[in-house]
C-alpha cells in the first residue's frame, strides 16, 4: 500500500504520519490489489480536518471527516473508508455465492409472482424512448429486431402499451392506462 501523507495549514508532525499509516495498514485485509492511499490532514482554527482517498484499478473510496482533535478526525474517517469496503467486499462476496448465478435452484427458494425476494437487486437499468406506432409496427419491429418485448406509445391513443411474445408462439399486448 502506497500512502501519502500531506498537510495544509500545519506543520507535518512526525506522530500524525505515522498513525495514520499504521491506520490505513489495519485495513489491508479488506483490499486484495495494491492500493494508492492520499491522505490530506488540515487545521483551520478548531477543526482538524482528515481526507482520505483510496484508489485502486477500479476502486475509488472517499472518507472526510473533521473534529476538534486531529486523532478523532483521522480515527473516524478511517472507520468511514473500512465501511465502504465492507460494504463492497459483501456485495463481491454475494455476488460470487449467488445460487441463481451458479446454476443451483431448489424450488423452496421461488417466491410468489409479486413478492420479492430479501436480496433481489436491479442489475440493469435501461431508459426507453417511447416512439409513437401503431400495434402492426410494434409486432413488426419485434420480429425484425428479435427483442421479446416492445415499449411503445400508441400512435391513436398515446397510452404506453408492452407488446411481449408468448411462450406459445403468440403475441400479448399490455396496455397501460393513466
Do not use: C
Not at 500512502?3 to 483490499?31: D, H, M, P
Not at 473508508?81 to 446454476?103: A, D, M, Y
Request: glycine content about 4%; cysteine-free.
Amino acid at each position: 500500500m502506497k500512502i501519502s501523507v500531506t498537510f495544509r495549514n500545519a506543520e507535518g508532525e512526525t506522530w500524525q504520519k505515522e498513525y495514520v499509516e499504521e491506520r490505513l495498514k489495519k485495513l489491508k485485509k479488506y483490499i486484495d490489489n495494491p492500493v494508492d492511499a492520499r491522505v490530506i490532514l488540515s487545521v483551520e482554527k478548531f477543526r482538524n480536518t482528515a481526507e482520505i482517498n483510496m484508489m485502486a484499478n477500479g476502486l475509488n473510496i472517499y472518507g472526510k471527516e473533521e473534529d476538534k482533535d486531529m486523532h478523532l478526525a483521522i480515527d473516524n474517517a478511517i472507520e468511514k473508508i473500512e465501511r465502504q469496503l465492507k460494504k463492497r467486499k459483501e456485495k463481491v462476496r454475494g455476488f460470487k455465492t449467488n445460487p441463481s448465478r451458479s446454476g443451483e435452484f431448489d424450488g423452496e427458494s421461488a417466491t410468489e409472482e409479486g413478492e420479492e425476494s430479501p436480496d433481489a437487486q436491479v442489475v440493469e437499468t435501461r431508459k426507453v424512448v417511447l416512439t409513437p406506432m401503431s400495434i402492426d409496427d410494434a409486432v413488426l419491429e419485434m420480429e425484425t429486431t428479435k427483442n421479446r418485448f416492445v415499449i411503445y406509445r400508441d400512435s391513436s391513443t398515446e397510452n404506453v402499451n408492452v407488446i411481449y411474445r408468448r411462450e406459445d408462439g403468440k403475441f400479448a399486448l399490455m396496455e397501460i392506462s393513466r
